[in-house]
């Protein structure tokens, strides 16, 4: 082998000896992994809260803790999720989990306020007493921080019954109110029969509760069950 030759070799070798790292590098850095960007996963929590926050307030204010994300892979499918049965509150977690292309998920807390009214009762509301203006009271208050159901418009419940005591200063509820001639399981209520050119009136005992308008069962003295429609004067009117 001559010396041009083996000089020849020898670049050649350490050339393609150079070049090599040079093609793993780059074919690392192609297939390299992309890391999720913080700012969409925060996006998606902001937006889901402020979802279920609908009811409450369209303008509530949601502040998140910083999060790390460096680790996960950048994600094509983002939602956000809470356990089961959980309600928004002023601090909580909020899930976001990733479907795609790698399945990933994150936790993410924050802190929630709703400023606003609610209703609170006035003084001491009895079992069976009607809902009247005088007998509520405005709260300022943060709304996230309500019982569910938790009364924030005063006018929607004038009228209403009272199902048990409310005592004063205590949150009016609407799981605490029935509508004007709902009736309760266990009521003696008026039952009237119609027929052609006669009218039966007597009392009976609801065997169960109903609005107005709905079908309800009533036993009469006789033991005898009928059917019949609430009236909104909680009489029931039953078809002969």
């Not at 079992?127 to 009247?132: K, L, N």
């Not at 405005?138 to 419940?157: F, Y």
Request: hydrophobic share 40%; net charge positive.
């Amino acid at each position: 082998m001559s010396r041009f030759f083996s000089r020849f070799v020898i670049r050649l070798v350490l050339a393609a000896s150079t070049a090599l790292p040079l093609a793993v590098s780059a074919q690392q850095a192609a297939t390299a992994v992309q890391p999720q960007d913080p700012a969409a996963v925060l996006s998606v929590a902001d937006d889901y809260l402020r979802q279920q926050l609908a009811s409450i307030s369209p303008n509530p204010t949601i502040k998140f803790d910083e999060i790390h994300t460096d680790r996960l892979q950048a994600c094509d499918d983002l939602a956000a999720f809470m356990s089961a049965g959980a309600r928004p509150r002023s601090r909580m977690s909020v899930g976001v989990r990733c479907a795609a292309p790698k399945p990933w998920s994150i936790y993410v807390q924050a802190s929630i306020s709703v400023p606003g009214q609610y209703v609170v009762a006035a003084r001491t509301i009895n079992a069976g007493e009607p809902i009247t203006p005088d007998a509520m009271a405005p709260r300022d208050g943060d709304l996230v921080n309500l019982p569910p159901g938790a009364v924030t418009d005063a006018q929607s419940i004038v009228g209403m019954t009272a199902s048990y005591r409310i005592a004063s200063g205590q949150p009016i509820k609407l799981t605490s109110l029935r509508s004007i001639g709902t009736i309760q399981r266990g009521q003696t209520v008026r039952i009237n029969a119609h027929g052609r050119g006669f009218t039966v009136s007597s009392e009976g005992v609801a065997m169960e509760s109903a609005a107005p308008g709905s079908t309800v069962q009533v036993r009469t003295p006789s033991g005898q069950i009928v059917s019949g429609i609430v009236q909104r004067t909680g009489s029931v009117e039953v078809p002969l």
